[in-house]
């Protein structure tokens, strides 16, 4: 059983930052393919971006060139490094495996980007 813990979530004005962290619990954390999803109100939950064990990694479109994964195998951690944030990505953000798995999810981080 793996649990999953998000944080770094807040309030932050246009263009400012964020950095996300999902603190992970399993001696398997280094072989899942990780994601962070996010949902806004009303909206259905979608996954914004994913990392392999190896490091690979890929992004919706919506935050491509701003946000950017990372993961630490030792700390069993991934992290999101949010960027030129915009009020579109207010969201409760979540991270799971990708794909995901249902009973992984966590309680989330909120994201409110707003002046």
């Known amino acids: 059983q793996v649990q999953l813990v998000e944080s770094g979530g807040g309030l932050v004005q246009p263009g400012g930052s964020l950095r996300l962290s999902c603190a992970a619990s399993?001696?398997?954390?280094?072989?899942?393919?990780m994601g962070w999803y996010r949902q806004a109100p009303g909206k259905q939950r979608d996954l914004v971006a994913s990392?392999?064990?190896?490091?690979?990694?890929d992004y919706a479109g919506s935050v491509k060139g701003r946000f950017t994964i990372s993961r630490d195998n030792a700390k069993n951690t991934v992290y999101l490094q949010m960027n030129s944030l915009k009020p579109e990505d207010t969201a409760v953000y979540y991270c799971?495996?990708?794909?995901?798995?249902?009973?992984?999810w966590g309680q989330g981080t909120q994201v409110t980007v707003s002046s």
């Open positions: 399993g001696k398997i954390f280094r072989f899942y393919t």
């Open positions: 799971n495996t990708a794909p995901y798995r249902t009973n992984y």
């Open positions: 990392i392999t064990s190896a490091g690979g990694t």
